[in-house]
């Protein structure tokens, strides 16, 4: 080390352009004089010998220019040669450091690799769901999404709206001037491809003929959609699908194309392969695109039926678009509203007030940001205190060091090592370890987002490595800054060294404001590990209440299973008989306790439907709360867990022989009927010629698929087939005796395979995962505000370990004569004790004082849990308190372990 | 006296380097050197050979320092660098097996 540092000392100053031209001038002078000189010794005249001296030079101003050159060539490499070897230098120098101290090294590391991980996956989530535009789209920021701003009867306010009919579309694609492609799709729906056992269900967009235009794309194999293949009437019988379904299905062959795929009675032709990733102008996963005129066949919603193409009633498709060159937003707004306002005259009742807008599909440029989005942002900055908590454990480990390396620091002063290169040493000794820290991070990282793709974020088209080139440059990025803020601190601390005091003092004593910066640091830990625990307590509750709301259905006991008979060509008679089967069968199936149909269900869709009550002109019943109609059979209640409050249910005889009778859930009951009992009560059905249907019986409130809706709906039950004309999908219900319910998800299907050939595919599924959208922003921010605040407590512990066990080493002395003088153990231990549990009480105080303060901040994401929840609050406190106890423990038993004996002889 | 030859630039550095060999010289000192030894056979421009110095500089084969002359005149002294003197082992015995194997041939008499 030492001749580096001495041979530094010699160091030639940096040339600047100048300096280096009189060097060689003067060189070429000195040259020629002593040329000369020698020319004259051999008898010339001084004019012949400067003609010859000048010859024997070469071309006067070449020579020189060329000179010249070459030495700012010369210098440039030696000054960069020198730099790469100083800097080589500093590097072996750090490698050296990091080898004696292996514990050291890998606890700096591990904690580098939590900080920088962390802040890995969580740039890797948010650039995928809010830096990138959808993959594969020409100038995504040109192409927008229309939506419309709505009022509703009977409710206050307007509501923002993608959803449009068919002729509505037509209207904007056709007579907005300002827009010149504008195409229409679907969301991804579940549709079924084949027949019996090898059936399966894949996620397909129905799009218009001009979709793959308007978005500018490029197939990667064959060719893409064009209009003539969703034209009117009936367009061609063509799929296109997705690059990860050609492979996934397909191998990515290329016979691929040309095969045909059944869905329902139509048989598709694959035409061609989108290119990988893309997912439309949107990014949620999807396997194939289908010309919208496939819209009857595929049995799409199958309730509009004929009606899609002239239904305005019917909203069931979006529309982008790409502005005109020269069109301004504001001028396509004016115009889309006039025009869609101007169509919608023709169907009664419509939102003559509606106002169109255009949305850029730009994840960055929305109005809103999804429930995931917001979290995901949220948990970006928790990531972010993370790696402060990393760096200020770090800092303080590097510290430390700093300390047990005084003397070798002191030598190095002494030998004349500048302080600047002494800095630029603890900076790039912090940095190496920063490196290493995020190569370990970026397998943090790859766990990471594993856990985010394949669990909490899964309604979201992940395609291609999490480690791409930007989540690389990200990693490279931050562990550069948090290896120069980490090394800064020591580097400007040990300017204030003083030599002499270095020198002549012995390893240990002094370093006191040392230890309150360090003691500072832990504090700035503690108070961040206070504000993340905080945050996951309360996700964490709000997880709870939102697992704990009474749906009026046992979700997680019940199977639900559905298949599309329809399009494939059952007839309605062999349908029923079908169901039939499939719930007797079902009611012998071991493990099943109860089996029932329905029609139309809680999840999934329903059928909102005209009620009339005698006497009652317009039921006050709010818009969009129902009521809904849902045709049963025997045991429907008793299978899905709905309670009846009132009455009684319906039985199996009532619906065998279609009798007139009615259940109608608490909500409506009490809307309805709000003074007296509404058992008796008559409720006509569609219209006011058919008979009465009796009330015979009022169920507790059962939810609408969104369970966190503002309003309860209004539901009326009634024997299967009194709604057949509305209601042709049905579902069988079965309800899991005991044990997780998704071990029946195969039995189910292998015995409704086994009732029929030829099935297509059944949709098996629990019925609680038909929450999982709504669940996941909370499982999101509970999963990862869990990890991120147990990592900083685990940070923050081991910190507050080595400074206490750091200080118990310096005054091991101390400690020795207080012992020899009498001090019990139990005083030593409080001695040491306090100063850990100080450190955290002031970090809750502190910590606590900030939660409180940001509380406002993530209010909209939590869920009926206050952020100044009390129990919330005060469970952190002691949970930090408890971990500082712990921590501080083994270093104060040490304490009161130490020998008043060596104490005394030590000097 | 026949026409001097030139010099070509990777031999002119060995040169050079060989000159160092017997000690730190300033520039004049090294043309000197060389003037004598090649005995007016070599075509030696002396900016050129400031060039070669230069370069060996750059390539740490040669060091620099600023000294004063024994007539009391600051001057830029070179001396070799540890690789330097390895370089010029190399190059030497590089440049001697291939001007015995060229003269080899060339001197091979022809068949009567």
């Given at each position: 080390m030492l001749p580096s540092g001495v041979r530094r000392l010699f160091r030639l100053a940096i040339r600047r352009d100048a300096t280096i031209a009189d060097d060689t001038d003067e060189e070429i002078r000195l040259h020629f004089a002593l040329r000369v000189e020698e020319l004259m010794a051999r008898g010339l005249s001084r004019d012949r010998a400067e003609?010859?001296?000048?010859?024997?030079?070469?071309?006067?101003?070449?020579?020189?220019?060329?000179?010249?050159?070459?030495?700012?060539?010369?210098?440039?490499?030696?000054?960069?040669?020198?730099?790469?070897?100083?800097?080589?230098?500093?590097?072996?120098?750090?490698?050296?450091?990091?080898?004696?101290?292996?514990?050291?090294?890998?606890?700096?590391?591990?904690?580098?690799?939590?900080?920088?991980?962390?802040?890995?996956?969580?740039?890797?989530?948010?650039?995928?769901?809010?830096?990138?535009?959808?993959?594969?789209?020409?100038?995504?920021?040109?192409?927008?999404?229309?939506?419309?701003?709505?009022?509703?009867?009977?409710?206050?306010?307007?509501?923002?709206?993608?959803?449009?009919?068919?002729?509505?579309?037509v209207d904007l694609r056709d007579r907005v001037a300002g827009l010149s492609d504008v195409a229409m799709q679907t969301a991804p729906n579940d549709l079924t491809v084949g027949r019996g056992p090898s059936a399966k269900k894949v996620r397909g967009m129905l799009v218009s003929g001009n979709y793959f235009r308007t978005l500018g794309v490029r197939p990667a194999a064959g060719r893409l959609m064009v209009p003539e293949d969703a034209a009117l009437p009936s367009g061609n019988q063509v799929i296109v699908i997705s690059h990860g379904f050609w492979q996934r299905?397909?191998?990515?062959?290329?016979?691929?194309?040309?095969?045909?795929?059944?869905?329902?009675?139509?048989?598709?032709?694959?035409?061609?392969?989108?290119?990988?990733?893309?997912?439309?102008?949107?990014?949620?996963?999807?396997?194939?695109?289908?010309?919208?005129?496939?819209?009857?066949?595929?049995?799409?919603?199958?309730?509009?039926?004929?009606?899609w193409t002239s239904s305005r009633g019917a909203v069931w498709l979006s529309i982008v678009a790409r502005l005109r060159p020269g069109a301004t937003i504001e001028q396509v707004n004016a115009q889309a509203t006039a025009t869609h306002r101007g169509g919608q005259m023709a169907l009664p009742g419509a939102d003559s007030t509606a106002t169109i807008v255009l949305e850029s599909i730009l994840p960055l440029r929305k109005e809103s940001f999804s429930p995931e989005v917001r979290v995901a942002s949220l948990l970006g900055g928790v990531a972010i205190l993370v790696l402060l908590i990393a760096c200020a454990n770090v800092t303080n480990l590097l510290l430390a060091r700093t300390m047990r390396r005084k003397r070798e620091i002191g030598v190095r002063l002494a030998l004349g090592v500048s302080r600047g290169r002494l800095a630029r040493q603890f900076v790039v000794e912090s940095t190496t370890l920063a490196l290493l820290g995020a190569a370990a991070a970026l397998v943090v990282a790859y766990w990471g987002s594993a856990l985010m793709r394949?669990?909490?974020?899964?309604?979201?088209?992940?395609?291609?490595?999490p480690l791409d080139g930007r989540l690389l440059t990200f990693t490279a990025v931050a562990a550069g800054v948090v290896g120069l803020a980490t090394g800064l601190v020591p580097a400007l601390q040990h300017r204030s060294f003083d030599l002499s005091s270095v020198l002549r003092d012995s390893a240990h004593g002094g370093g006191m404001s040392r230890t309150r910066t360090r003691t500072a640091l832990l504090l700035v830990q503690g108070v961040l590990s206070v504000v993340l625990l905080v945050g996951t307590g309360l996700f964490v509750k709000s997880l709870q209440n939102v697992g704990r709301i009474r749906l009026g259905i046992d979700t997680e006991r019940v199977v639900a299973a559905t298949l599309d008979l329809e399009p494939a060509g059952f007839t309605s008679a062999a349908i029923e008989d079908l169901y039939r089967q499939l719930e007797a069968r079902a009611r012998t199936m071991p493990g099943v306790q109860h089996a029932t149909l329905g029609e139309g269900t809680s999840f999934g869709w329903v059928l909102g439907t005209k009620v009339i009550v005698p006497g009652i002109d317009s039921l006050p019943i709010p818009p969009g709360t129902g009521p809904n109609l849902v045709g049963i059979s025997g045991d429907y209640f008793t299978t899905l867990g709905t309670r009846i409050l009132r009455g009684r249910s319906i039985s199996e005889e009532e619906i065998r022989s279609g009798a007139r009778v009615a259940v109608i859930s608490e909500e409506m009951a009490k809307r309805v009927w709000p003074e007296k009992n509404a058992l008796g009560a008559c409720v006509k059905l569609v219209a006011d010629s058919v008979p009465c249907n009796t009330v015979i019986g009022v169920s507790e409130n059962v939810h609408q698929g969104s369970f966190i809706e503002e309003a309860p709906t209004s539901w009326v039950f009634v024997p299967l087939n009194q709604g057949r004309q509305f209601l042709r999908a049905r579902t069988l219900f079965v309800r899991v005796a005991r044990g997780p319910a998704d071990r029946m998800i195969e039995p189910v299907r292998q015995m409704i395979h086994s009732t029929t050939a030829n099935l297509p595919y059944p949709d098996v599924r629990v019925l609680s995962s038909h929450l999982g959208d709504e669940l996941r922003p909370w499982k999101l921010g509970a999963t990862m505000f869990g990890a991120f605040g147990g990592l900083a407590l685990v940070v923050m512990a081991v910190g507050?370990?080595?400074?206490?066990?750091?200080?118990?080493?310096?005054?091991?002395?101390?400690?020795?004569?207080?012992?020899?003088?009498?001090?019990?153990?139990?005083?030593?231990?409080?001695?040491?004790?306090?100063?850990?549990?100080?450190?955290?009480?002031?970090?809750?105080?502190?910590?606590?004082?900030?939660?409180?303060?940001?509380?406002?901040?993530?209010?909209?994401?939590?869920?009926?849990?206050?952020?100044?929840?009390?129990?919330?609050?005060?469970?952190?406190?002691?949970?930090?308190?408890?971990?500082?106890?712990?921590?501080?423990?083994?270093?104060?038993?040490?304490?009161?372990?130490?020998d008043p004996l060596t104490a005394l002889r030590s000097d | 006296m026949a026409n001097p030859l030139p010099v070509l630039r990777g031999t002119l550095d060995t040169l050079v380097l060989k000159a160092l060999a017997t000690g730190p010289m300033h520039g004049f000192e090294i043309t000197a050197w060389l003037d004598q030894?090649?005995?007016?056979?070599?075509?030696?421009?002396?900016?050129?050979?400031?060039?070669?110095?230069?370069?060996?500089?750059?390539?740490?084969?040669?060091?620099?320092?600023?000294?004063?002359?024994?007539?009391?005149?600051?001057?830029?002294?070179?001396?070799?660098?540890?690789?330097?003197?390895?370089?010029?082992?190399?190059?030497?015995?590089?440049?001697?097996?291939?001007?015995?194997?060229?003269?080899?041939?060339?001197?091979?008499?022809?068949?009567a």
């Open positions: 003609a010859e001296a000048l010859r024997r030079f070469g071309p006067w101003r070449e020579g020189r220019a060329q000179m010249l050159a070459a030495a700012r060539q010369r210098d440039r490499r030696l000054t960069m040669v020198e730099r790469l070897q100083d800097f080589w230098g500093d590097v072996r120098y750090a490698i050296g450091q990091m080898r004696r101290a292996p514990g050291f090294t890998v606890a700096v590391v591990l904690t580098f690799a939590i900080g920088i991980g962390a802040n890995a996956t969580m740039f890797g989530v948010i650039d995928r769901l809010l830096l990138r535009a959808p993959a594969h789209v020409a100038e995504p920021g040109e192409l927008y999404l229309i939506k419309a701003w709505q009022h509703y009867a009977g409710r206050t306010g307007a509501f923002v709206n993608s959803g449009f009919s068919y002729p509505a579309y299905e397909f191998g990515g062959r290329a016979d691929a194309i040309g095969r045909t795929m059944d869905f329902g009675t139509s048989k598709l032709t694959i035409v061609g392969v989108a290119p990988p990733g893309f997912t439309g102008a949107g990014f949620r996963p999807v396997d194939l695109w289908v010309p919208v005129t496939m819209f009857e066949s595929l049995g799409y919603m199958s309730f509009i039926g004929k009606a394949g669990a909490l974020l899964t309604n979201f088209a992940w395609s291609g490595s507050l370990y080595s400074v206490i066990a750091y200080m118990v080493g310096q005054r091991m002395r101390e400690l020795g004569v207080r012992i020899a003088l009498g001090a019990a153990p139990g005083n030593i231990l409080r001695l040491i004790l306090s100063h850990g549990l100080r450190v955290a009480a002031g970090s809750a105080v502190l910590g606590l004082l900030i939660a409180l303060a940001a509380g406002r901040f993530v209010r909209s994401m939590l869920y009926e849990v206050s952020p100044r929840d009390p129990f919330i609050l005060g469970g952190v406190a002691v949970i930090l308190l408890v971990v500082a106890t712990l921590a501080s423990l083994l270093p104060a038993l040490r304490a009161t372990r130490a | 030894r090649a005995r007016g056979n070599l075509e030696l421009l002396d900016s050129a050979l400031y060039q070669a110095v230069y370069r060996l500089e750059a390539r740490r084969l040669v060091s620099a320092e600023w000294g004063i002359t024994g007539h009391n005149r600051r001057a830029r002294y070179y001396s070799l660098t540890t690789a330097g003197r390895a370089h010029l082992r190399r190059e030497v015995s590089n440049w001697l097996r291939y001007t015995t194997t060229v003269s080899g041939i060339l001197t091979t008499p022809h068949p």
